[in-house]
């Protein structure tokens, strides 16, 4: 399988997988990166720690005004790379342990570095694309050269905005970390969102797919209908028409927000891995 090769699969993949346990514990388990430690740009609410609640056993961040990250070392041979892990949430909340948490285990367990971002919710889709850019070179900054970015929905619509406008910078520098660059190396996006708002279910105006869009490995299901079903196919359409490379996963059932824990949908890890594994 190669990297610029658009691998649809249309036929229902039922495989026996783990399944991270689902827990709502303590919001953070590792230590944690302050993203700004002078001011946030276009912020004028003080910085405050995060309003949290458990529901349906997900944690939920219901507002961030202080972006963080947090660290999972590797668990395994350390492979020098590092990943941006950003959850879901419709940009109004973050789903902090099912698409964040468990996602890092499950990279940390394969050799990389990871760290999920705690972005600004709710409603703030500039500060998230800001606190995403600043995410990418603050990996950077501990020595990274190859760094990707993974998120899940809505946090799959922001990696997706990362990995398309990383030439135009979202805030004015702050400290020698913006002179890093805050292009990802690769993206992975699993049942994105928001990435058909043009006219007529169009790509999304803002993102800006060329040639050196950095390589996408797009997971999604047809009855997701809502989100993923049209985001997947227009990402696919528009990376392949610029000539970036690309991968698709499209299966015909799965549904939406399954992170980790449960339904047909669970085959994507072992597919990005094999992807991730075939990545220079």
């Known amino acids: 399988m190669t990297m610029d090769t658009i691998h649809i699969r249309r036929t229902l993949l039922i495989a026996a997988m783990g399944v991270a346990t689902a827990t709502a514990s303590a919001q953070y388990v590792n230590p944690t990166i302050d993203l700004w430690p002078g001011g946030v740009p276009g912020q004028t609410e003080a910085k405050a720690q995060p309003k949290t609640r458990n529901a349906h056993e997900v944690l939920y961040l219901d507002k961030v005004t202080s972006p963080t990250l947090e660290e999972f070392k590797p668990t395994t041979e350390a492979n020098g790379k590092a990943v941006i892990v950003c959850p879901g949430g419709a940009y109004s909340v973050l789903a902090y342990d099912k698409e964040g948490q468990e996602v890092a285990r499950w990279l940390a367990g394969q050799g990389f570095t990871a760290y999920v971002l705690a972005y600004r919710v709710p409603n703030n889709r500039l500060g998230a694309l800001q606190d995403a850019q600043r995410a990418l070179r603050t990996a950077r900054s501990k020595g990274f050269h190859n760094v990707g970015i993974i998120g899940f929905s809505a946090g799959a619509s922001l990696a997706c905005r990362a990995s398309t406008l990383w030439h ?101 890890p072992k597919l990005a891995e094999a992807w991730l594994g075939n990545l220079k």
């Open 168 to 268: 135009a910078p979202a805030y004015e520098p702050q400290d020698d970390i913006d002179r890093l660059s805050c292009q990802p190396n690769f993206g992975i996006l699993i049942y994105p969102a928001y990435l058909d708002e043009g006219e007529g279910g169009t790509l999304t105006p803002e993102l800006s797919v060329s040639a050196e869009t950095p390589p996408l490995f797009v997971f999604g299901t047809e009855d997701d209908v809502k989100y993923s079903a049209p985001s997947c196919i227009t990402i696919t359409d528009a990376m392949r028409r610029a000539g970036a490379p690309v991968e698709l996963h499209y299966l015909p059932r799965g549904g939406h927000g399954y992170g980790m824990r449960t339904g047909v949908g669970l085959v994507w």
